[in-house]
C-alpha cells in the first residue's frame, strides 16, 4: 500500500510541476488533458481571467456514436479535433499544451497531434532527438594534442624481457 501512495504522491507532483511551468512561461491559454481508461477529454483554459473557453470529450453523443471505445488512440484523435475547432470558434488560435502527468505518448500524442493538424498552434513539435557520434578518444590519448598523436598504423615498441 505504501508503495501505492507514494507513486500517487509523484504523480501529483509531476502533474503540479508540468502545470505550473506553463502558467508561469506562457501567457497563452492552455490546453488541459486528462484521460482515464474509458475515455479522454480537453479542456482550453484561460488561467489569467479563470474561465474554460471550449471543452471537448469522447462522453459527448456525437462522438459516442462514431467510436467503438472512448479510450483509445482513434478516440483521442476525435477529441482533439474537435476541441481544435471549437477552441478556433471561441477565437483561441495559439494554446500551451497540458499534458499534466501523463507522458507525450499514445492517446495524449495523439489528442495534440490531431488539435495541431485541425489549425490549433500548440507550439512546435519537438524534433526526434538525432544522436552525432563523436569519435571518442583511445585510451591514453586524452591529454595529447593531434600532432602528439601517433599515426594508426605505428605500433608501440615491445617492452625487453625482464632479467633475472
Known amino acids: 500500500m505504501k508503495h501505492e501512495k507514494t507513486i500517487g504522491k ?11 511551468r506553463i502558467k508561469r512561461n506562457t501567457t497563452r491559454p492552455r490546453l488541459a488533458v486528462f484521460r482515464s481508461l474509458r475515455h479522454v477529454y480537453a479542456q482550453v483554459i484561460d488561467d489569467a481571467q479563470g474561465r474554460t473557453l471550449a471543452t471537448a470529450s469522447s462522453l459527448e453523443k456525437e462522438l459516442r456514436e462514431k467510436l467503438a471505445h472512448g479510450g ?27 499534458r499534466r502527468e501523463y507522458k507525450y505518448h499514445g492517446r495524449v500524442a495523439a489528442l495534440a497531434d490531431a488539435a495541431r493538424d485541425a489549425g490549433l498552434d500548440l507550439g512546435a513539435k519537438a524534433p526526434e532527438a538525432v544522436k552525432q557520434e563523436k569519435p571518442k578518444a583511445k585510451k591514453g590519448d586524452a591529454g595529447k594534442k593531434a600532432s602528439e598523436k601517433k599515426p594508426a598504423g605505428e605500433k608501440k615498441p615491445k617492452a625487453s624481457a625482464k632479467k633475472k
Open 10 to 20: 509523484q504523480r501529483k507532483r509531476r502533474g503540479w510541476r508540468v502545470r505550473n
Open 72 to 98: 483509445n488512440v482513434e478516440a483521442a484523435q476525435a477529441v482533439g479535433q474537435v476541441i481544435a475547432q471549437r477552441a478556433l470558434e471561441a477565437g483561441v488560435k495559439q494554446v500551451a499544451f497540458d
